[in-house]
């Protein structure tokens, strides 16, 4: 919720004939996001934060943001009822709101309310809060219409009648106020004022003084005593009422027991308020202040439908800010003024011919060298003059409107005060009048030169001529030593008006003269030849942009400044080159009206959006609009001067402003800026909450979606600030705010923040202190370091784990080839050894013994067939595409038959189908052949079977071949263990399994190997 506009008030005066004090309200409503116009109280916390209790709810607001407190049914954490009170920040900082239902206590850090208890019911069920106040002992002290007074009591978070702690009064209590320099109570009832001694605990009133106190000698003090408001002095102001009597009103001092009687007031009176200058207000129907030398009190008046007065019915409350503004709560909104903050001035123009506020311009301006201020007016009395404070003159210099010619000479345009003291007054169809301020006797010219063309600027030059321009291009001197008007710019002069709007005189015999449509001329003073004539030129940037001129001034050096319609044009008057300054630069309008330079060298100008100051060359502008407190909106082209003293007027449409520049710069630092608002994605976070543990913020890596709000809380100053704002750890340099004070950031990667702000004023000055808080957001895990270490670490398992894999590889193939090698030297090497030796010794017989020749033959064949064997079972047992089950099975089963089939054993060959699914390496599945291929040789050879079973399964992870025949079988104790069950024991062993051999004498032989697998 977001209010449009500026509160920065200021206070002006009406300098009409009598003078008459007035101020400027700004006004806020349910337009401006009120919940109600009704509003019943307003205050400001420690934050800053301005508190609105409306007749719909509780709102704080932040200069820019309303932020509503409503009650929800059946949830206690928030407002006890919707229609709101009065208001109360204790000591604490706690606010407290007093409802129709009741009183809670807001928690700022939890956003949320805590109710009060009241020990007192209501006749008709609704609380009616009179007041609600803290005492310097910081007892907080409710009073209700009817139920008279209330102590808090923070053991039972209720309030107690005031009589747990005080004795009962005689009288029903409406107000008390403490006395800070006695600590006694003063008490307002219905049967007068009364005085509670805390050390006696007796009550003092007219009744009973035993102290002598002469405010109960007066029979006023003893009526009902509807009012009774205590200032920061200590003073009490007081209301009587009753009894068929009229109201009665004083001013009581309890130090000096003195009382004052301060008259009737305008109207019912709700209470009275003290601001911080000493005026005390009274408001209620009507507004009033008190004037300390009328010792009454004066109404302000109401205007009805005035944009910038005041209006309601009803004030229920006044409040005053610590930059002086006062804030009242009426029936029909909140009207803000600040009545200490004289800055601009605006005159309305009173026409004493007619008794009445002129409906006309005022085209020129000017002050005389006795300090009259000329206002020049177009109609009705034509010249206004005022002294040198702004109160209204008539008949200066002995001028008389009804006295004039004709009715072309109240059709004032301008005007000037020559070097001789002469007052020179351009009117309309070529008119003049002149003023003499010695003789009072005026002057009325009228010169065929001017071709009854209304005059619209004029100028004196270095040598006592007087120039004029007129609205139909003409361009006449008057020569001091001749006393001759002669034509400069004559005929041909268009049908269409070419006003001569500014005249300036230049550093050498010439004068720079702007024109209204033609552009810029420069004029010889003496002979009055054009020596230079500048007009747009669209291929030249560094020409003139505008042919529209409003105003010609002197800046410093060689450089001129031109008001135009396209902004401002700088020209160099050596270099002949232009520079222009438009919107695109910052200026708030094109379209500029009138400028004054003031001693500063700041340009005030007017626009159609109000009045503004530039300063070149760095181009910092300032707005006063009329939410400033500029009441006139509408200004006048050309009507624009500087007055005696520095001080600067501008003329509109019924009236002009005037103030001095030096009150209006803001020399003071700007405040530091608050942190008013913070929203994680759309959902707000209450500040205090945020940082009530410092100014650290950390939020989640789903939370970097972030508004931030700020503002300094000046209601005074802060559309007068600009605001500069930087996160680190995001922004490389500071960023200027928009009007909406907020910063937004999306998408923050996680890291560590620090979040700065400051402002700065229009004069430069910037806030002593930059506001920083720090946030970190939590970065995702997989962007924090343990992620990162685990990452590493993962990585570097994963390559050591390639690393082992390959060095493991190397080492089976190592271990390959030297098992290679190895059975190649025991299998191949031992055989052909024999086969070596067999051969020689058959050589050797092979003439003397053919019997043994064969026998060796033999025996040769024998070890080839079983080296050929050995060769084919490394071969097999190398080659990776026998590396499944399936494989080794099927030669099992090749082997099998090849064996028994010769030796007719019966056999049965089973294999599971779990079996297909095992992968054994290079090694296992040679140990696991060999030791089967062993097993089958020695049934074939020894058991002397009919039949033989063979079965390889899986169970329970375990690979189980198990071999059995129905042999001869032998003692396992007998045998000598040779190197065949040797060698197959030693294999199992090998494959971390179990062999297991069953055999007896004539029962057979079981041969059972399980081995792990998975």
């Known amino acids: 919720m977001r209010i449009s506009g500026i509160i920065c008030l200021f206070f002006f005066v009406l300098k009409a004939y009598p003078q008459q004090k007035e101020f400027v309200f700004k006004h806020f409503t349910r337009d401006d996001r009120l919940a109600s116009n009704r509003v019943n109280f307003v205050t400001k916390d420690h934050h800053g934060f301005i508190w609105f209790a409306t007749a719909y709810g509780l709102q704080h607001y932040d200069g820019k943001m309303m932020v509503s407190f409503m009650h929800a049914d059946g949830d206690s954490t928030t407002l006890p009822d919707n229609s709101t009170g009065i208001l109360l920040e204790d000591k604490k900082g706690q606010m407290w709101v007093s409802t129709g239902k009741g009183v809670a206590i807001y928690d700022p850090l939890r956003y949320r309310f805590k109710q009060v208890k009241i020990d007192y019911e209501p006749p008709f069920g609704y609380y009616a809060a009179i007041s609600l106040t ?52 003063w008490v307002s009832t219905d049967s007068g004022l009364m005085l509670y001694d805390i050390h006696t605990k007796e009550y003092y009133s007219n009744k009973y003084n035993p102290k002598g106190l002469n405010c109960f000698k007066n029979p006023d003090f003893s009526i009902f005593n509807i009012l009774m408001t205590m200032n920061s002095e200590g003073d009490l102001w007081l209301m009587f009422w009753g009894n068929g009597l009229p109201q009665h009103n004083y001013r009581y001092d309890p130090r000096s027991d003195t009382y004052e009687d301060v008259g009737g007031l305008l109207g019912n009176v709700y209470n009275f308020f003290t601001d911080g200058t000493g005026t005390t207000w009274a408001y209620g129907e009507v507004l009033s202040m008190y004037d300390k030398k009328l010792k009454k009190f004066v109404a302000v008046p109401k205007k009805r439908n005035d944009r910038f007065g005041i209006d309601f019915n009803e004030m229920y409350n006044l409040y005053e800010d610590d930059e002086h503004n006062l804030w009242a709560s009426t029936d029909m909104g909140v009207f803000v003024f600040n009545p200490t903050m004289q800055k601009f001035n605006t005159v309305s123009i009173n026409s004493f011919t007619r008794n009445q506020i002129i409906d006309g311009n005022i085209n020129g301006l000017m002050q005389a060298s006795d300090g009259t201020v000329v206002a020049i007016g177009w109609g009705v009395d034509g010249l206004y003059f005022y002294d040198s404070t702004f109160n209204r003159i008539a008949d200066q210099y002995g001028y008389d409107p009804k006295a004039v010619p004709d009715v072309d000479y109240t059709l004032a345009w301008c005007g000037m005060q020559d070097s001789k003291g002469i007052i020179w007054i351009g009117c309309q169809k070529g008119r003049i009048i002149l003023l003499d301020p010695k003789t009072k006797i005026p002057k009325f010219i009228y010169r065929p030169e001017f071709v009854d063309r209304t005059i619209r600027s004029m100028m004196e030059d270095k040598y006592g001529n007087i120039w004029f321009g007129t609205q139909n291009n003409i361009l006449v001197k008057w020569d001091r030593q001749t006393n001759q008007f002669i034509q400069i710019i004559s005929k041909p002069y268009s049908n269409f008006v070419n006003t001569v709007t500014s005249l300036l005189q230049g550093d050498q015999d010439d004068i720079w003269v702007g024109m209204g449509i033609t552009g810029l001329y420069r004029i010889n003073l003496k002979d009055g030849k054009i020596l230079e004539h500048y007009l747009p030129d669209k291929k030249n940037p560094k020409n003139i942009q505008s042919s529209s001129i409003m105003a010609i001034s002197k800046w410093r050096g060689d450089t001129i400044v031109m008001a135009t319609n396209k902004g401002f044009a700088l020209m160099d008057t050596r270099t002949k080159e232009f520079r222009q300054i438009t919107e695109a630069d910052g200026v708030p309008s094109n379209y500029i009206i009138s400028m004054v330079k003031d001693d500063e060298n700041n340009f005030w100008f007017t626009t159609y959006n109000g009045l503004w100051k530039i300063h070149f060359p760095d181009l910092k502008i300032a707005a006063y609009t009329p939410k400033e407190g500029v009441t006139e909106a509408t200004f006048y082209v050309g009507s624009a001067a500087k007055l005696l003293h520095g001080s600067m007027a501008f003329g509109g449409v019924r009236g002009f402003v005037y103030f001095h520049p030096d009150e209006v710069r803001e020399k003071s630092v700007p405040p530091d800026v608050r942190i008013t608002g913070f929203q994680i994605f759309n959902y707000y976070t209450p500040v205090d909450s945020l940082f009530q543990n410092g100014n650290n913020i950390t939020l989640d890596y789903t939370q970097n979606y972030i508004n931030i709000r700020f503002s300094t809380m000046s209601y005074l100053l802060n559309e007068r600030l600009e605001y500069y704002y930087k996160l680190e750890g995001a922004d490389k340099d500071w960023v200027k705010a928009g009007p909406t004070r907020e910063a937004n950031y999306t998408y923050l990667p996680g890291g ?40 590493v670490l993962a990585i570097g398992g994963i390559v050591y784990g390639i690393y082992r894999v390959r060095i493991n590889r190397l080492i089976d193939m190592e271990k390959v080839r030297r098992r290679i090698a190895r059975d190649l030297h025991d299998d191949m090497g031992s055989t052909l050894s024999t086969i070596n030796i067999l051969s020689e010794m058959a050589k050797m017989k092979i003439d003397s013994d053919k019997p043994s020749t064969k026998n060796y033959l033999n025996k040769i064949s024998d070890n080839s067939s079983r080296m050929m064997e050995a060769m084919d079972d490394i071969v097999w047992s190398i080659n990776p595409v026998n590396d499944n089950m399936q494989k080794i099975t099927a030669r099992m089963r090749e082997f099998a038959a090849n064996v028994l089939e010769a030796k007719n054993i019966e056999y049965n060959f089973k294999v599971d189908e779990e079996v297909k699914d095992i992968k054994l390496n290079m090694e296992e599945r040679r140990d696991f052949f060999l030791i089967f291929k062993e097993a ?69 032989t079981k041969i059972q190997l399980e081995v792990p697998v998975g």
């Open 134 to 185: 803290q005492d310097y002992e910081n007892n907080i002290w409710l009073s209700l219409n009817p139920g008279s007074l209330f102590i808090y009591d923070s053991v039972s978070n209720s309030f107690k009648p005031y009589t747990t702690v005080w004795t009962k009064c005689p009288h029903t209590i409406l107000r008390i106020a403490k006395d800070k320099y006695n600590g006694n109570y």
């Open 752 to 791: 560590r923040y620090t979040f700065m702000v400051r402002a700065v004023s229009y004069e430069g000055s910037t806030s002593k202190n930059i506001t920083s808080f720090t946030i970190y957001i939590k970065p995702p895990f997989w962007e924090r370091w343990w992620f990162y270490l685990i990452g």
């Open 936 to 1004: 089958i040789n020695n049934l074939a050879k020894y058991s002397n079977c009919r039949h033989a079973n063979i079965e390889i399964s899986v169970h329970r992870s375990k690979l189980q071949m198990k071999i059995q025949d129905d042999g001869n079988g032998f003692d396992l104790n007998d045998s000598d263990n040779g190197n065949g069950l040797i060698n197959m024991k030693k294999r199992a062993k090998s494959l971390k399994g179990n062999l297991n051999i069953e055999s007896a004498p004539s029962v057979g």
